[in-house]
């Protein structure tokens, strides 16, 4: 599971011990990711099914995809689509992965690397496995989660971040039981490699069998864990959480996470990934492939993309009919439950 790691954890810098008067966040809710499939078949947990989104801000949607062994031939990945306003963020933890946008952005990730696309005003993109994997199949496990951007930032220039997994930031707890992967934001006084628009932070931290990792975390961020794979609890309370399992927490300015004791013998270990941010706090209108603060403006997008506006693919990657709009549930109705005050 974990792509990037060491083989000696005392050899990292260590998150620094809770302070005195620390408070320890709670848990308000754990939720069982359902399954789906996703693009042109593989298969996903929807982390963040039936979460009200004022819990999320600035967070939209989170799919944990696979983990999956294919067979040749079985590797599927997603048509050309398009997206405006938020960003994407794509961390692989096995497999390969590539990406083209329409803004000249792209390339290829493979185990630990992480691909950050901001849509801003608009851009059309495709992931896809590489020929080589078609052919010979292979594992694949990997994240993608959609960051909000606020209506300041909405019509951005696209733009796109390869982030390679070296240069990720790794920590350890204090009695290195834990080693983290800071992907983006400050924490615990480092700062990870991604760029992002929206005041946030993205952790993917192993936590050995029996150990306990008491994260610094700021106080006006919110606090989500997802079990990636593994048991063990979260928060002060010690809510039980296992594989495919997203805990929600309450205020404060730490988050614990412990490993069960007894994990199965496929899962060593505890594996999560722990994101916060600073809450937008703005009207949402969320409908397939566009995330914006009013209905009208997202119908706007689907004019503007029909028109040619939200970007071209590039000739030397077409292979087919652009199709219109993307694969998460365009076909859907608009719900005017997703449109918050």
Known sequence: MPAVTVEDATTLPRVPLPAPRTV????????????????????????????????????????????????????????????RGFETVTHLLDGTLEHADSHGGGGTISDGDTQWMTAGGGVLHIERPPEQLVVSGGLFHGLQLWVNLPRAQKWVEPRYQDLRADSSVLLASPDAGAVLRVIAGDVAGQRGPGSTCTPMAMVHATVSPGATLDLPWRPDFNALVYVLSGAGSVGIDGAPVRTGQLAVLGPGDTITV??????????????????????INEPIAMY??????????????????SAGRLGAIPVQRVEGPVPHGDVRGETAPLDPRQELS
């Open 288 to 305: 397939g492939p566009s995330v914006m603060n009013t209905r009208q403006e997202v119908a706007d997008a689907f004019t503007d993309f």
């Open 24 to 83: 320890r966040r709670r848990t308000r809710s754990v939720t069982t990711a359902p399954s789906g499939f996703e693009g042109e078949g593989f298969p996903v947990r929807r982390a963040f099914a039936g979460i009200d989104l004022r819990a999320l801000d600035p967070f939209l949607h989170l799919d944990q995809m696979g983990e999956v062994e294919y067979a040749p031939g079985e590797p599927k990945g997603t048509s050309w689509h398009p997206h």
């Open 258 to 279: 412990r490993g069960a004791v007894h994990q199965e013998s496929r899962t060593p270990a505890l594996d999560v990934v722990i994101l916060g941010g600073r809450p």
